[in-house]
Structures are given as C-alpha cells and as structure tokens.
C-alpha cells in the first residue's frame, strides 16, 4: 500500500517532472520525501520565494519542467512571486502546497482568517497566476479526477495543487498510468486569410518578422528556423528570442525595444509589415503610444493564446490581424502556399551605437565574446545591469543564450535562476547582476560550493535605473536608491564581503580598465568565482525613443 502522496508524486514523474525545488515544513514533509524515495531529486532551497526562480532557470537551461513544494501559510506566500515569474513568462510549472488536516481547514467556513496552523486560503492566493489549481480534498475527489487532471499538458502551463496533510496519508495500491493524450493542434487557416496574408507580403517593401519568446520556445522551433533561413527573410528579436542569436545564417538585423537601440528600431520606423511569432509587443518593446510603434506598418500577429491575440487586436486596432496558430505552423503553411516565395529581402546596414562607449556596455561586451555560445548560458538580474547586458548582447552577431525574468522583471532572480540552470545539463553557468539586487537572495549562494556558477556583480552604488528615472522625473533627488542621500540612504552593505562570508573568489576590478584579458581566470576557474565591476555612480541605459 501507497500513501496519496506518492500516488501524486509518481503520477507527475510519469509527465517527466522529477526536480523539485522547495523548502521543508511540517504540511510539506510527505511530500519531499515521497519526491526522494521515488527516485526524483529535491533541490532544497533556502526562502521559498527562490524555488519558483530556480525552477524558472531549470526550464529555460534545459526544456525540462520542474515542479515547487511548499509548506502551509508562509511557505506559500513566500512563494508567489517565483510562482508569478514562471507565469507571466508562460514557463510550465507545478505547484504543490501542504494544506491543513481537513478537520481544521474549515476558516472560509466560519468566515474567520484562521483556524487550523497557518492556515491560508492557498488556492485564492494564487488564482490570477496559475492556469489550474485543484484541491485534493479527498482519495476519491483524486481517483475520480486523476484522468481529467493528468490529461493537460503539464510542459505547458502553470499547475497547482493543495494537498492537506490527512489525505495525503491516505493508502491505496499504486494506480495505472495515465495514458497521455496527443495534444492537437489547429492547423488550418480559412482560405480568404490566406488570401489576405499573401496580399499583404506580396504588396510590401519592407517586411519585418518580429520573433518573441513564445517562438524561441516551441516545440519545433529548428523546422522553423529553416524555414526563415531558407527564405532570408529579415527579422528581429524580442530578449525573450535572444537566444537565437546564436543560429547561423539567419538574417537578423538584432533586438529591438525601448532599451534595445540600434538598427531593428530603426528598421521598424520605416517598415510596412511586421510579422510577429510569438510575441507580446508590450509596452516595454512598443512604448506606452502604440500608434507610433511602426505606425506606417500593417501588423500579421501570430500566438497560441487566444486572449493574447485579442488583446493585441484591442490595442493596435484595425492595422493588425491575428491568428490564434502555433508559429511552426503558420511558417508551413505560408510556404506551402507560396506567400514566402515573393517575400522582399532588404540590405540592412548597422546603425551606430552611442552606447558603444557606455563602459558597462562595453565590459559586458568583451566577457560575452569570449563564451562559447552553444555551452554557456547567461542569467541576468533586474534594472541597468539587464539592459546592459542585452545591449551587449545586441552588439554581437552570435552571443551565447541570456535569459531573465522576461516580464515581471523580479529583482533577486538571476543567481537563483543560475543555481537552478547548473542543476541540468552541463554548461557554463553566468549571472550578470546588480550591487542592490545581489542582497535580495544572497542567501542562495550557499549553494555555489556545489554547483559551479560564475558571477559578474556591476557595482554602481545601488540603483541606477531608479536614479536615472530620478533625474529625469524627480529633479536628481535620490531617495533610497544610493548610499550618499542623507535623508533616505539604503544601509551600507558590501559586496565583497557577501561574497567572501559563499567562500567565492573574486576580484574587484574598475569598468574603464577592462580588456580582452580580464575575463579569462574567470571563465577557466573549476569553481564558483566572481568579478565585481566598479561602474560610474551616473552611468545611464541609454534607451530608444
């Protein structure tokens, strides 16, 4: 006889989840140690809001999803924002929380805010960021469900379950697998679309295919790029598809975006048709206006999300129509109908880079040229220090994969997300952050001893996007984002010293002295070890506007 517990745990093995990350607590107990026992792997992490981070990390590093195991109440809340990066950035996750014996999960019953121990309504919590949730309120709600439950596609979406510590004792003999289900996919488009596609590839001068990360992320993305590079169509990359970067022969012109400027923005000014794969084309790629975003351009828009497509719809307005298609697909069909055949190739010479002479840029530049791009993956942090990195990235033809927390933008996200990259497939792990984000989960570096990460930490007294939105809106008045400003100065804190207490070497090194030789006992070193630039207190993200 099985408990519950492991019925659960082998059923998400058996959907190829088998890493865990987590913190221990009385409700999560059984179920860590179901994880072990059956042969998975827990990772265990040291506040609960890294796991859902680690897990972010863990997928974009190797495809794999990875699953968090929380303890009741504070093991759940310190969990959410981990929880919220993986949804906003569409990275499958799932969530499991201990929940109070059923006895005494009865609060929302009484209309009281707690009866059982740190008893939390966990399922409420979390609903505007996960895609599912179910309560495993009993051994027969789970047999009678178990087959609908498993029938979704767990490398897809967000899942979350609540499990109280009762049933999850509950014992039964193992259950047959759960057959998987082929996932379906719409591959039609009606005939008077492709029509009207086909009118307007044939008619445009200046076509542009935008490729988001919900691009870099499907399944049959090397079909794809073959596709592109078989036509030559120029194109351009949101971060999230930096990280096809590195593919040859394709004729990218760069990422493009309001801290990405260069020669894809200004392509896109005078562009007619953008064709975007995957996409978001939020405010960050598109500014606040989306009138002036390529406002002479028609917009194709291609995403797996009806509601993503409607939104677009609402924003950009008649100049844009969508289909709710994978991008694979869409790429097949336009070939078999013979749209891509007559598609316009522009030459496209490089725009000069002001930033060029921005020292951060610079410094990132030179570390970045001397990876190798198919066996090094790069993680970077919030604020200056992630457009620095990507406008580096942007000053390359090929750069190693650099990833991020895409759309929440969460500070304290980079070295996790690194530990939990180093857990998969052997490359060469780099963090890129920040002086002010580094303290937010230092605390994980405790991990560093096992497994090999390589730290770049750009020291600019704090937070240098915050003061140069400060001089910009606020007359130069820097409250709470620097260690000078009497009035509100963030505590002094040092970096070097956090670094020593990890036991990880390091050098201190001035941004304006680096050169092509600065990198190399780094990126040699056979363990954790760590370069902090000392970067201009004014230096500024040079953005596009």
Request: positive net charge; glycine residues 6%.
């Amino acid at each position: 006889m099985k408990s519950l517990s492991d019925i659960l745990i082998k059923d998400l093995m058996n959907q190829g989840i088998k890493t865990f990350f987590g913190l221990q607590g009385g409700a999560s107990a059984r179920l860590i140690e179901s994880v072990v026992r059956l042969g998975g792997r827990f990772h265990p992490v040291l506040n609960e809001q890294t796991a859902g981070y680690a897990a972010h990390g863990y997928y974009l590093a190797n495809n794999q999803t990875a699953g968090v195991i929380f303890t009741t109440g504070p093991g759940l809340t310190n969990g959410v924002s981990g929880i919220a990066a993986c949804y906003f950035d569409r990275i499958p996750l799932v969530v499991i929380v201990g929940q109070v014996g059923k006895d005494l999960n009865i609060a929302k019953k009484t209309k009281t805010r707690m009866v059982g121990f740190q008893e939390v309504q966990h399922l409420e919590i979390i609903k505007p960021i996960v895609d599912s949730s179910f309560k495993i309120e009993s051994l027969e709600f789970y047999k009678k469900f178990r087959e609908k439950i498993f029938a979704n596609n767990f490398n897809k979406k967000v899942f979350a379950f609540e499990f109280p510590d009762d049933i999850q004792r509950e014992k039964l003999n193992f259950l047959p697998n759960v057959k998987k289900k082929p996932v379906k996919r719409k591959k039609d488009i009606p005939q008077k679309t492709i029509h009207l596609i086909s009118k307007l590839i044939k008619g445009s001068k200046k076509p542009l295919f935008i490729l988001g990360s919900g691009f870099a992320q499907s399944q049959d993305i090397k079909k794809s790029l073959e596709i592109l590079k078989k036509y030559y169509c120029n194109l351009t990359l949101t971060w999230g598809a930096q990280n096809i970067q590195r593919h040859k022969k394709l004729n990218s012109i760069g990422l493009f975006g309001n801290h990405s400027p260069g020669t894809a923005n200004a392509f896109l000014k005078e562009s007619d048709l953008i064709i975007s794969m995957g996409a978001s084309l939020l405010q960050h790629q598109t500014l606040k206006i989306k009138n002036n975003f390529a406002k002479n351009a028609k917009i194709i828009y291609i995403d797996t999300s009806i509601n993503e497509c409607k939104r677009a719809k609402n924003q950009f307005g008649k100049r844009l129509n969508y289909l709710n298609l994978d991008c694979h697909d869409f790429l097949e069909i336009l070939e078999k109908k013979n749209c891509l055949q007559s598609i316009v190739v522009n030459e496209v010479k490089s725009s000069n880079f002001i930033h060029s002479n921005i020292t951060p840029v610079n410094s990132l530049k030179t570390l970045f040229s001397k990876l190798d791009v198919n066996k090094s993956v790069i993680f970077s942090d919030a604020g200056a220090s992630l457009s620095w990195s990507y406008q580096a990235a942007n000053l390359l033809k090929n750069c190693a994969p650099i990833f991020t927390s895409f759309n929440l933008h969460t500070m304290g996200y980079a070295n996790c997300a690194g530990i939990g990259a180093a857990l998969g497939k052997k490359k060469n792990v780099y963090v890129i952050i920040g002086d002010g984000s580094l303290p937010m989960n230092s605390q994980e570096l405790a991990w560093a001893s096992r497994y090999k990460i390589k730290l770049i930490v750009i020291d600019n007294e704090g937070y240098g996007i915050i003061r140069q939105t400060q001089r910009e809106f606020y007359s130069s008045n820097f409250v709470a984002s620097d260690f000078r400003n009497n009035k509100a100065k963030m505590p002094l804190f040092s970096v070097s010293k956090i670094l020593r207490s990890y036991d990880i070497e390091h050098e201190i090194i001035d941004s304006k002295k680096i050169n092509q030789t600065t990198f190399g006992s780094l990126i040699k070193s056979k363990k954790s070890s760590a370069i902090i630039i000392k970067t201009d207190y004014s230096a500024e993200v040079e953005t596009y506007n």
